[in-house]
């Protein structure tokens, strides 16, 4: 997990970008993007007790809900399906995807 607390400490005590990353063993897009949603936000470093990294998370980077609705596919078939003679994954991806279809459902895929 991200430590946007220490992210935002270091960088309130005028430390480098990649001094940061470095020393939160992340990327230094991460610290950028980090700095730059936190002063778009307003956030600054001195924080609550109750101000939790995954807090921080949920109030800089809120989720996308609209996945929800999306159909998982059945792993435990796909395994055993696979064991079989002239079964392969593209034609197992082409049946998840109509049977999505057919049930009104989006299938997972990447956006």
Request: with cysteine.
């Amino acid at each position: 997990m991200t430590k946007y607390r220490e992210i935002l400490r270091l960088k309130s005590l005028g430390f480098s970008e990649r001094n940061i990353a470095q020393s939160c063993s992340v990327s230094r897009n991460t610290v950028s993007k980090v700095v730059k949603r936190a002063s778009e936000l307003g956030i600054s470093w001195p924080f609550d007790f109750d101000m939790t990294d995954s807090a921080l998370e949920e109030l800089m980077f809120p989720r996308d809900k609209t996945l929800t609705n999306r159909r998982m596919p059945d792993f435990d078939y796909i395994r055993k399906e696979l064991l079989r003679n002239g079964v392969n994954k593209k034609l197992l991806w082409v049946e998840y995807c109509e049977e999505c279809r057919l049930g009104g459902e989006e299938p997972l895929m990447y956006s």
